[in-house]
């Protein structure tokens, strides 16, 4: 972790609760986390998680956006497994192309199928067409995820 990441925080949140006039067990029981918690981040000893910051933030009335130039959030989220503080994504409209590809992919592969005398002569190609149609899916899958 750069450390000059957690000092610009522990700066930031150390002038803005001085500004609002709050010690440090206050702003704790405000934000309903450790004082110990609240000193280590102010002493620049940690980064604190995403879920903190955002509750830090909201209370002493700091900009996100600033603390995240300073922060990589996403980077502190994975390495403990919070929530990421980016936007939501769409998840929805992710998760019914994902439902709506598998259907398309499914009837369109049986079409082929009950149209076809000659295809597949072997269980062979069958399995090759069945691999190729999720291979296909897969990758579709993938742009539509990332």
């Known amino acids: 972790m750069n450390s000059s990441k957690k000092e610009g925080i522990a700066k930031l949140i150390k002038e803005a609760r001085l500004k609002k ?6 702003l704790a029981d405000l934000t309903q986390l450790n004082l110990r918690s609240v000193q280590r981040i102010e002493n620049a000893e940690v980064l604190p998680r995403a879920y903190n910051l955002n509750l830090l933030a909201k209370q002493l009335g700091l900009d996100m956006e600033e603390l995240k130039s300073l922060d990589d959030i996403t980077e502190v989220s994975v390495s403990v497994g919070m929530p990421l503080a980016k ?12 439902s709506t590809l ?11 199928l009950s149209q076809s005398s000659r295809f597949p002569e072997t269980n062979f190609e069958l399995f090759l067409l069945l691999s190729a149609v999720a291979s296909l899916d897969a990758i579709v899958l993938w742009r539509i995820w990332n």
């Open 87 to 98: 936007p939501i994504t769409n998840n929805p409209r992710k998760l019914i192309l994902s």
């Open 21 to 26: 006039g709050y010690s440090q067990q206050q």
């Open 102 to 112: 598998a259907l398309v992919s499914i009837l369109f592969t049986a079409a082929f």
